[in-house]
């Protein structure tokens, strides 16, 4: 994140969050204008400190920023920043607003103090060295920019802090803030002093000033009353960004004659009648009056900018406007000189108040982040040597060197860098965990882990807390003993597995060894690690069809019948397998079960129906589950059949449980592990086990009986997830639902045995049916074990204490999974038991037993060691946001079964406001109270936590069905960092401008609104839907190429799938739909959108740095907000 350039800040109108001040600052010209309301000031710098200076992989924390006049900083919010040597910041008028910030406060007027004025000198750096004046007894409530009293005296330099200047903020363009500097950050000024002749108008100091005589009167700043048309010696209202003429003099501004006061402003008190130069009297919260003769203007209230010397009726010059005859006058940069425009339908008739926005360029964006990364590490080696070390973000492709730790697409952690005490991970509220992918996939060009025989004796393990061996033990007393670094306890080497060690102590056969130089290993598992001591059996694949009459009529059963013949032969195999050696089964149901023996000696299947569903059993044994080759010619005869078969029912009841528990005594009664897909349509409404009812109250979201709607209903499937865990039954549920089908109940079962939920709402065969196939084609495909046991071993000092994801618990220590395949994750909460010692590190092995699709009992470890830190610099330094975004979302959704929403908000808010409160206040250098202070690593956090609050799992809305929030809190669940990254902040990509990078996609855009052009098309994906909007200008020729029609409006967006067309526009867009969706598990909904087309807002609700349709914060409202209350914390 670039620091902004000196001088500029952003300021905008007290909106949704009080307590806020605001610094008026020069526009910068080239940024959009925009209106806002409710933003805050903010800007950004680096900070200095021990922890501020390092960020991942070598660039230093303040890579990317503009070299300034101090200290390098952290990235930081807020706080005016000073004007170069010899520029004037000239206060503006206030916004009456108490509490904000005090800084930049200039020299108190000529005279003794007035009440309620500071004689501060300036403190618009508060780490530079100013001289100060001594402060009075009550110091004046800072103005609506965050400053008090006058401006610095003229040459008297403060050293820049941002890089913000000349920011155009939002609105038409208005009077700048004029200035007497000689430079500004875009570059150097020339410096006039403009020759005035008796008689003679100044010439206007900039562009939109007007010009303006002796004795004349200054327009008006924003807020400050206007003068009347009509009324000689008073001002014509102005227009946007210059005064208006008085009419009849051009160019001519009379000032009030003697004894007149100008007539009240918005917000002020009206004039109460009196004589010539009687002043009204004070209104509520307004200064008494002060002595002073006829014609004298009221003495500046609090926070008022003081009067400067002159006649009566005198005002001083305003921001923007020119000084008085004498002074020195210099062309401020960024104006723009609109002489003689004005705004609204008639002459007099004044402009309103332009409102001000924090401009997004400022802020910290997650594209710049991103890309910065690549930058430095796309398409290279990370090597996993060293302890601590901080891996590329999940959206950067890279390679991975396993030199003894894991690679961090098995393991990613929220920080690298563990608190040393309990006291410290509890002070700054750091969630401390760790992301496990245990069976990831890795690219072709990285070896997998390696799979060690260790022989009848089993592998080698730590005598007291049963730690594998691996590349951190270390060998003692001539390799003939080993110390774990877990608990430190000495083992004897078994005589089998002895060896000579060198003077490094390393055994002579390590690099033979992959248990000693790898950090990720299999081994084959004895007969000691299996059920029964027994080898296990191959698993199976158990496919349950709801042959309903609503999914006869959509066409599901026939295309799944119609593909399986083929998706039979792509099971997955172990390595060194001719063929797979998964056996298969199959089943249809409605509201009665039916079984079908598929024995290789038969010709044609055979139906078994049972009807009794409330005592299901499975009425045969051999014939059910059958080898793929020796059966085909019967499983074909089946698959052709059964839609024929059921083509005329009119069955609209269901069951589900009865079948799940038909699949599990199926698995049971073979010994055999094995997976269970129920493609099913509907509310399971049948007299049977697990009935369910309509539940769906919209009444209730919002309130704190929303948490029901999530809750799974009764205890039947509870019990049902349990019995499935137990037989290593894994669920599936494919999902065809045309109303609400409580999903938060059906999803008890896949999420309690590592299953997974796929939902296709209102299927319609040419829209979903291939994306439905593919679903199921890389399910059938993908790597999976089963029967699984996680556990994880830690270092003296932390232990693991929470489990998150698709998983069961039998006990407090192991996870116990049905099946877990390369896509799934499960996060892991870590706490401390102790004080742990910095110079020995932190240690982690996560170990999984499991059975392979081949049949054979392996383990496979994951080990990685950590840092310790006692200082929270470098504790910050190390965090990767997007494993805590992980971590939070899990457990917020999850006790969303118990706490309302509400609340749960709140506590994620006050959670990471703290977070970076205890930054600021520990490691950030000093600043001032009104600048919000970010870490490197963690500046994404408002950024994402707004994200999150926005999801719409987590948000209450109406406009998001029950059963889809259900549905994406299940998803949640499981996903792993990069899915869960990418579904929070989704992904804008430009399709038909941008330049095409190494991996085949263009630079993606910010999330808003702002950055969609018309006459452009862009892909927004979430890992769930992919929308393609097109622009209302977009050329004709692109729409014909890509769609096959002349103009935008003929598009037909009722489709699932592009055509392919003979030209490079429609084979660039197919290249890009196919690159996105490779990176991606599931195939995403294809929806395309027209601009002002109904379905835009549906593609605006994914523009997450905007304002929410249902009133969710803005990304800029939501910073405001943080930088609220972490001042609140801070004070």
């Not at 048309?229 to 005064?243: D, I, K, L, Q, S």
């Not at 200064?287 to 008022?304: A, K, L, R």
């Amino acid at each position: 994140m670039q620091a902004p350039p000196p001088g500029a800040n952003p300021q905008a109108p007290p909106g949704n969050y009080p307590g806020y001040n605001y610094n008026q600052q020069p526009q910068q010209p080239g940024f959009h204008p925009n209106q806002y309301n409710g933003a805050s000031n903010v800007t950004y710098t680096h900070g200095a400190g021990g922890g501020l200076q390092t960020t991942k992989q070598g660039p230093p924390a303040t890579s990317g920023s503009m070299p300034t006049r101090q200290p390098p900083a952290t990235t930081s919010m807020n706080g005016p920043p000073p004007p170069p040597p010899g520029q004037q910041n000239m206060n503006q008028p206030p916004l009456m607003q108490p509490g904000g910030n005090q800084m930049n406060a200039g020299p108190p007027p000529p005279g003794p103090p007035r009440p309620g004025m500071s004689t501060n000198g300036p403190s618009g750096d508060p780490s530079a060295t100013m001289q100060q004046r001594p402060p009075v007894t009550q110091p004046s409530p800072p103005n609506q920019y965050g400053q008090q009293g006058g401006p610095p005296p003229p040459g008297q330099y403060q050293p820049p802090t941002s890089q913000m200047q000349n920011m155009n903020l939002s609105g038409p363009p208005t009077m700048p803030p004029y200035s007497q500097a000689a430079t500004s950050a875009s570059g150097p000024q020339q410096n006039f002093r403009q020759a005035q002749q008796p008689g003679m108008f100044p010439p206007p100091s900039g562009p939109g000033m007007q010009p303006r005589g002796p004795g004349m009167m200054a327009p008006p700043g924003p807020g400050m009353p206007q003068q009347q048309p009509g009324v000689p010696g008073m001002m014509a209202p102005p227009g946007p960004g210059m005064p208006q003429q008085q009419p009849g003099v051009p160019g001519m501004m009379a000032p009030p004659g003697p004894g007149m006061m100008p007539p009240p402003g918005p917000g002020m008190p009206p004039q109460q009648p009196g004589g010539p130069g009687m002043m009204p009297p004070p209104g509520p919260g307004m200064p008494p009056h002060q002595p002073g003769g006829p014609g004298m203007m009221p003495p500046p209230g609090p926070g008022m900018p003081p009067q400067q010397p002159g006649g009566p009726g005198m005002m001083p010059p305003g921001p923007g406007m020119m000084s008085q005859p004498g002074q020195n006058q210099f062309q401020q940069p960024g104006m723009q000189y609109n002489q003689g425009q004005r705004q609204g339908a008639y002459p007099n008739q004044p402009a309103p108040a332009p409102a001000r926005r924090l401009d997004p360029e400022m802020m910290p964006s997650p594209i710049q982040v991103i890309e910065a990364d690549k930058e430095v590490n796309q398409n290279r080696v990370f090597r996993t040597e060293g302890r601590g070390l901080l891996p590329p973000l999940v959206t950067t492709k890279y390679d991975v060197e396993d030199l003894g730790n894991a690679s961090p697409r098995f393991i990613r952690c929220s920080t690298y860098n563990l608190p040393a005490t309990a006291d410290m991970l509890k002070t700054c509220q750091l969630p401390m965990g760790i992301c496990v992918k245990p069976m990831a996939k890795l690219p072709k060009r990285e070896e997998p882990p390696y799979l060690v025989d260790p022989g009848t004796e089993g592998p080698i393990r730590c005598k007291r807390c049963k730690t594998y061996m691996c590349p951190q033990f270390g060998f003692i007393d001539g390799g003939r003993r080993f110390q774990c670094h877990m608990c430190h306890a000495i083992t004897d080497t078994p005589h089998h597995y002895f060896d000579h060690i060198d003077h490094m102590n390393q055994r002579t056969d390590r690099d033979s060894r992959p248990e000693l130089c790898r950090g990720s290993y299999e081994f084959l598992a004895t007969k000691d690690y299996c059920r029964k001591n027994k080898d296990p059996l191959s698993p199976a694949f158990i496919f349950a069809i709801d042959v309903s009459y609503n999914s006869i009529k959509s066409g599901m059963v026939g295309l799944l019948c119609q593909n399986l013949q083929t998706l039979i032969d792509t099971f997955p195999r172990d390595y060194g397998q001719e063929r797979s050696s998964i056996r298969v089964g199959f089943l249809t149901y409605s509201n009665v079960i039916h079984f079908y023996n598929l024995n290789s000696s038969l010709a044609q299947p055979q139906m078994m129906v049972v009807s009794d569903v409330n005592d299901i059993f499975v009425p045969l044994q051999d014939g059910f589950l059958v080898d793929v080759e020796e059966s085909r010619h019967v499983i074909t005869n089946l698959l052709e059949q059964i839609p024929d078969m059921f083509r005329d029912t009119r069955e609209t009841e269901l069951i589900f449980a009865p079948v799940i528990q038909a699949a599990v005594q199926a698995l049971q009664s073979c010994e055999r592990a094995g997976k269970l897909f129920v493609f099913h349509s509907g509310l399971p409404s049948g007299e049977a086990p697990g009935k369910l009812k309509v539940r769906d109250d919209r009444k209730l979201i919002g309130t704190e009986k929303e948490k029901m709607l999530f809750t799974p209903v009764g205890n039947v499937y509870e019990k049902l997830a349990k019995d499935c865990v137990t037989a290593a039954c894994s669920v599936d549920l494919f999902l065809f639902p045309n109303q609400y089908a409580d999903v938060a109940t059906l999803a008890q079962v896949p999420q309690a045995t590592g299953g997974e939920i796929y939902k296709y709402n209102f299927f319609r065969l040419e829209i979903d049916g291939q994306r439905f196939i593919e679903d199921l084609k890389y399910n059938l495909q993908r790597d999976i074990v089963f029967d699984a046991v996680l556990r994880v071993r830690t270092s003296t000092g932390i232990r693991p204490v929470d489990f998150l994801g698709n998983i069961s618990m039998s006990n407090t220590t192991d996870v116990d999974l049905a099946a877990i395949d390369c896509d799934k994750a499960i996060t892991v909460e870590l706490k401390h038991d102790d004080k742990i010692a910095e110079d020995q590190g932190a240690h982690i092995q996560v170990a999984l037993l499991y059975t392979s699709v081949g049949g054979q009992r392996r383990l496979r470890l994951h080990n990685l060691s950590l840092s310790v830190c006692t200082t929270y610099a470098d504790l910050y330094r190390s965090c990767e946001t997007d494993v805590i975004m992980n971590h939070v979302a899990k457990k917020a959704i999850r006790a969303g079964l118990s706490v309302p929403t509400t609340k749960i908000r709140e506590e994620l808010i006050s959670q990471f406001c703290m977070v970076l409160a205890i930054y600021r206040k520990n490691v950030a250098a000093p600043t001032g109270a009104g600048q919000l202070i970010l870490p490197e690593c963690m500046k994404l956090v408002p950024a994402y936590v707004n994200c999150l609050l926005k999801c719409d799992a987590i948000s209450s809305s109406h406009d998001v069905s029950t059963d889809e929030r259900s549905y994406l809190r299940h998803l949640i669940m499981s996903r792993d960092v990069a899915d869960t990254q990418a579904l929070f902040y989704p992904t804008l990509i430009p399709v038909t401008t941008g330049e095409i990078r190494e991996d085949g996609l263009p630079v993606a855009v910010r999330c808003s609104e702002e950055r969609l052009i018309d006459r452009h098309a862009y892909i927004l994906e979430n890992t769930v839907n992919m929308y393609l909007w097109i622009g209302q200008n977009i050329n004709s020729e692109w729409v014909q190429n890509v769609f096959g029609v002349p103009a935008i409006q003929q598009i037909d967006v009722d489709v699932g799938s592009l055509k392919v067309f003979d030209n490079d526009d429609s084979k660039f867009i197919h290249q890009l739909i196919s690159t996105v969706q490779s990176s991606r598990p599931r195939r995403m909904k294809l929806v395309i959108v027209r601009q002002r087309d109904k379905l835009e807002p549906l593609f605006k609700h994914f523009l997450v740095e905007d304002r929410g349709s249902g009133g969710a914060a803005s990304y800029v409202d939501f910073l405001c907000h943080m930088h609220k209350e972490i001042r609140t914390l801070l004070s």
